[in-house]
Structures are given as structure tokens and as C-alpha cells.
């Protein structure tokens, strides 16, 4: 192809987008933008079934059978998003077993959130309220984002993280109006997600390199920033709600922007986490290689039984 015939069908391709018109898989698009959508769909994916982790570990030890039924399907649904992103991120041409080697490897990341621990059951109604609550903002855009297969996706992925995040508040309405030891369980586990969960809307505009790109795309509708400044004016009155701080000193109504101010975020942790080195890091991982490899003999029996199944076909063909 001339390259003047390239950009004849970039700029055909560009005033698609334009037109709010959706790209199909078969659709001819810039190699940029297949990059682009494999490294941020595939992301995704992994973020979906890494944050089964830190939650799966609460499913044996939940206070209740309603608690276990509720957060039993809140982790099967996350498994379900990681299947739908999967699968839309395949119709680009990568195949599952590279993306699951890019993460087991290393290479991919997935959302630096998931490699804090859960170390108590208030963290199960935070990490609903907060985690959830934070994708439901980053996650809403993108159910009108130009790539078709993600699009379509997303609105079934955010009605159900809606669900997630009304779980993990109640969870939290009832540690606080329990007694005194349950609320303070529920304020530790604020304290220790909160600013996490501010991260986990990404760096800083002035260091976020993908966003000008996006924006074109409608893979972006608002800035991390703008996004982490809609988290917090919607999270704070919830916060209030259960009678419970925001640990953030600098935390103030700003009655002109009609917006919170807040403290100052510690990148440090944040990139220290990106590179691997939070607390769970390892951990997160070695659980996901572990279940590849534990699970090699079932995808051998699925294959054979596949195999077998079209022998026996083409016998009776004959
Ligand atoms: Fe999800
Ligand atoms: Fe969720």
C-alpha cells in the first residue's frame, strides 16, 4: 500500500471515530491503535482476574452465608470480565496464551490496587466501596469508546461493578453501626485504602504519556486527574454517611471550585508498587502462574476430549 493510500484510509478511519461510528475487528485500523487497544484491553483483563485475589481470600471466611453468597458472585463476576476482555482483546490477533505469558512474565501490568493485602473483613466492604467505586468512574466512558468489542463490553461490566460497589458499602454501613471494635475495623480499612484508591486513577496529568493520544480515540473522555477529583467529591459525603475520617489532613471543601481540595498523593509508592515492588507484588503472580500450571492437565483433557470427539465424527462421516 502507497503511503498516500495509508492516509486516505487514516483519515477516513479518524472521521469514522469522529462520527461516534463504531471499529469492528475486520474494520482496516492504524497499527497504533490495535497496539494501543491490545496493551490497554489485555491490562484490563489481568486487572479483572488479579482483583479475584485479594478478595477470593475472604470467601471461606466470610461472617455470613448471605456475606459469601454476595462476594462469591462478586468474584465470579470479575472472572466473567476478565473472560469478555479476553476475548475482545483476541479479535486484534493476540492470542490468550501471549497475554497470559506477558502477565505471568511480568510484562503486562494490571492495576497497581491489587497488590495491597486484605487483612481484615472490613477490607472486603472497602475494597467495594473504594476499588469498585473507583473502576465504576474509570469504566463508565469507555462503554462509548470507538473499538466496538471493548464498547460492548463495558456496559455489561459496569452494571455489574455497580452491584460490587453497593456490596462493599454495606458491608461498611454494617461494621458501622456495630459496636465500637467493628468500627474501628471499618476506619482502619479506610485508612489504608484511601490513598491507594486515589492512585489507582493513574498518575498525573503532566505525567499520564497516553492521554492526548486516547482522548482522539474515545478510549479517555476525562484526565486521571478530573477523574480522581470525581472520585473524591462523590466518595467523601459516603464517607460521612458512616461516620467515618478521610485520612487526609489537607481534605477541604473548596466552596468557589465547589470541589474538595486534597493532600498530596505519594507517587513514590505508587511507581515503587507499578515496578513491582508492593506488598503482594510476588505473591499476586505466583498465584496466577500456579493456577496456569495446576491447571495444564484440564485444558490436556478438554483437547483430547475435543480431539477424540472429532475422530469419532469423522468416522461416522464415512
Ligand atoms: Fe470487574
Ligand atoms: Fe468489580
Same mark, same amino acid.
Given at each position: 500500500m502507497s503511503e498516500e493510500q495509508v492516509r486516505s484510509l487514516e483519515k477516513q478511519f479518524d472521521e469514522r471515530i469522529e462520527r461516534d461510528e463504531k471499529i469492528e475487528p475486520k474494520d482496516w485500523m492504524p497499527e497504533k491503535y490495535r497496539k494501543t487497544h491490545i496493551r490497554q484491553m489485555s491490562q484490563h483483563a489481568h486487572s479483572e482476574i488479579v482483583g479475584m485475589l485479594p478478595e477470593g481470600n475472604?470467601?471461606?471466611?466470610?461472617?455470613? $452465608?448471605?456475606?459469601?453468597?454476595? $462476594?462469591?458472585?462478586?468474584?465470579?463476576?470479575?472472572?466473567? +470480565?476478565?473472560?469478555?476482555?479476553?476475548?475482545?482483546?483476541?479479535?486484534?490477533?493476540?492470542?490468550?496464551?501471549?497475554?497470559?505469558?506477558?502477565? +505471568?512474565?511480568?510484562?503486562?501490568?494490571?492495576?497497581?490496587?491489587?497488590?495491597?493485602?486484605?487483612?481484615?473483613?472490613?477490607?472486603?466492604?472497602?475494597?467495594?466501596?473504594?476499588?469498585?467505586?473507583?473502576?465504576?468512574?474509570?469504566?463508565?466512558?469507555?462503554?462509548?469508546?470507538?473499538?466496538?468489542?471493548?464498547?460492548?463490553?463495558?456496559?455489561?461490566?459496569?452494571?455489574?461493578?455497580?452491584? +460490587?460497589?453497593?456490596?462493599?458499602?454495606?458491608?461498611? $454501613?454494617?461494621?458501622?453501626?456495630?459496636?465500637?471494635?467493628?468500627?474501628?475495623?471499618?476506619?482502619?480499612? $479506610?485508612?489504608?485504602?484511601?490513598?491507594?484508591?486515589?492512585?489507582?486513577?493513574?498518575?498525573?496529568?503532566?505525567?499520564?504519556?497516553?492521554?492526548?493520544?486516547s482522548m482522539k480515540w474515545k478510549l479517555k473522555r476525562k484526565s486521571n486527574d478530573e477523574l480522581r477529583q470525581q472520585f473524591i467529591d462523590q466518595t467523601v459525603p459516603q464517607a460521612d454517611i458512616l461516620g467515618l475520617s478521610i485520612p487526609d489532613k489537607d481534605l477541604k471543601w473548596n466552596e468557589e471550585r465547589q470541589s474538595y481540595d486534597f493532600g498530596e498523593i505519594n507517587w513514590d509508592e505508587f511507581w515503587q508498587v507499578v515496578k513491582g515492588h508492593g506488598p503482594m507484588n510476588k505473591e499476586r503472580i505466583k498465584a496466577r502462574v500456579n493456577a496456569w500450571e495446576g491447571g495444564e492437565w484440564v485444558r490436556d483433557a478438554a483437547m483430547a476430549y475435543a480431539s477424540k470427539n472429532q475422530e469419532r465424527k469423522e468416522k461416522q462421516a464415512v
Open positions: 475472604w470467601i471461606t471466611r466470610a461472617p455470613s $452465608l448471605r456475606r459469601k453468597v454476595a $462476594l462469591l458472585a462478586k468474584v465470579q463476576d470479575e472472572a466473567g +470480565h476478565g473472560l469478555y476482555l479476553y476475548s475482545a482483546t483476541e479479535t486484534l490477533g493476540i492470542s490468550r496464551e501471549e497475554m497470559y505469558e506477558q502477565l +505471568h512474565t511480568g510484562k503486562a501490568k494490571y492495576s497497581s490496587i491489587f497488590n495491597y493485602p486484605t487483612v481484615t473483613w472490613a477490607d472486603m466492604g472497602t475494597v467495594g466501596w473504594l476499588v469498585d467505586g473507583a473502576a465504576i468512574i474509570n469504566q463508565v466512558p469507555l462503554c462509548s469508546t470507538s473499538f466496538g468489542p471493548y464498547a460492548r463490553a463495558m456496559v455489561r461490566v459496569c452494571k455489574e461493578e455497580s452491584f +460490587h460497589q453497593r456490596q462493599g458499602y454495606e458491608i461498611m $454501613l454494617k461494621l458501622c453501626k456495630g459496636t465500637p471494635e467493628q468500627k474501628d475495623m471499618a476506619q482502619d480499612a $479506610l485508612n489504608r485504602w484511601w490513598w491507594p484508591s486515589l492512585m489507582m486513577l493513574g498518575p498525573t496529568d503532566a505525567e499520564s504519556v497516553h492521554t492526548e493520544q
